[in-house]
């Protein structure tokens, strides 16, 4: 892998890390609208793959603070 690829992916993860502490802070006041809203602020720029890891963890972690 080149250092350019290398450098994108590294400001990918870094993305992807911003849009997840974002919606973490609007967890509980947003619906489903500005959900949808946040993946098309970040998919550009975090990927898709990423995104839907950080809702998938976040979805483990709740269902784990609700049994």
Same mark, same amino acid.
């Given at each position: 892998m080149d250092e350019h690829t290398k450098g994108q992916l590294e400001q990918m993860d870094e993305d992807a890390l911003e849009a997840r502490e974002e919606l973490e %802070?609007? @967890?509980?006041?947003?619906q489903a609208r500005d959900v949808i809203l946040w993946w098309k602020r970040w998919y550009m720029r975090a990927g898709h793959k990423r995104l839907g %890891?950080? @809702?998938?963890?976040?979805?483990?972690?709740?269902?784990a603070d609700q049994s």
């Amino acid at each position: 892998m080149d250092e350019h690829t290398k450098g994108q992916l590294e400001q990918m993860d870094e993305d992807a890390l911003e849009a997840r502490e974002e919606l973490e %802070r609007q @967890l509980e006041g947003w619906q489903a609208r500005d959900v949808i809203l946040w993946w098309k602020r970040w998919y550009m720029r975090a990927g898709h793959k990423r995104l839907g %890891r950080v @809702l998938v963890d976040i979805s483990r972690k709740l269902g784990a603070d609700q049994s």
